[in-house]
């Protein structure tokens, strides 16, 4: 079982940026993927980023490809999620979840631990 504290959610106006981070323990950490998801009132909980093992490779959201960036330091047992060009429907608690498996995916059942959440408010 692996542990996950997210941080660096807020208040932030339209356009602006947040820096999410979510610090893990309990298992090895550059042996399993990570992924950012995210949970607006009322609907259904969404892939928004994943990162492989190696931070080699990464995968998006269409709604943030080009705004949101995905990263890890093994060395630090932390996953960032950058978020800039911050729109009111970012607007959402963000999960952080470890990975069953050291390839990223985007689906949910594929992640065995999560954080508690942390809450992201865009306001215009």
């Known amino acids: 079982q692996v542990q996950l504290v997210e941080s660096g959610g807020g208040l932030v106006q339209v356009g602006g940026s947040l820096r999410l981070s979510c610090a893990a323990s309990g298992r090895t950490f550059s042996s399993f993927a990570m992924g950012w998801f995210r949970q607006a009132p009322g609907k259904e909980r969404e892939f928004v980023a994943s990162?492989?093992?190696?931070?080699?490779?990464?995968d998006y959201a269409d709604s943030v490809k080009g705004r949101f960036t995905i990263s890890r330091d093994n060395a630090k047992n932390t996953v960032y999620l950058q978020m800039n060009s911050l729109k009111p429907e970012d607007t959402a608690v963000y999960y952080c979840?470890?990975?069953?498996?050291?390839?990223?995916?985007?689906?949910?059942?594929?992640?065995?631990?999560w954080g508690q959440g942390t809450q992201v408010t865009v306001s215009s």
């Open positions: 979840a470890a990975g069953l498996r050291p390839v990223a995916t985007t689906r949910p059942v594929d992640f065995g631990s």
């Open positions: 990162i492989t093992w190696s931070g080699r490779s990464t």
